[in-house]
């Protein structure tokens, strides 16, 4: 079956960097675009960053721009997310999600990705 396992979460100081990765499986993963989504305590999961099937393209939320950089090594079936700068209202679970597409087009909407990992914790500290 699919899993999307994440790593690399953990607690860092404001200013910091952390990188994330989520490990696929039971995919093609060339067939699928990867997201990266976030959920705080008491708010909905929210979009932070998309890649194309290929890398080619990608999009990130405003508040993440310019900070975060999403990847993915097709070889490794994996896709990262490198948060440098941290806030403390990046604190969040971060969850990886995979959507069946092989255009170049990006989407925000959580309803359209079909596979999901299960989160790992972002702390920020200030």
């Known amino acids: 079956q699919v899993q999307l396992v994440e790593s690399g979460g953990g607690l860092v100081q404001a200013g910091g960097s952390l990188r994330l990765s989520c490990a696929a499986s039971?995919?093609?993963?060339?067939?699928?675009?990867m997201g990266w989504f976030r959920q705080a305590p008491g708010k909905e999961r929210e979009f932070v960053a998309a890649i194309s099937w290929s890398g080619g393209s990608t999009m990130y939320a405003d508040s993440v721009k310019g900070r975060f950089t999403i990847s993915r090594d097709n070889a490794k079936n994996t896709v990262y997310l490198q948060m440098n700068s941290l806030k403390p209202e990046d604190t969040a679970v971060y969850y990886c999600a995979a959507r069946f597409q092989r255009s170049s087009q990006l989407v925000v909407a959580s309803r359209s990705y079909g596979y999901w990992g299960q989160g790992t914790q972002v702390t920020v500290s200030s």
């Open positions: 039971g995919l093609t993963f060339t067939n699928y675009a």
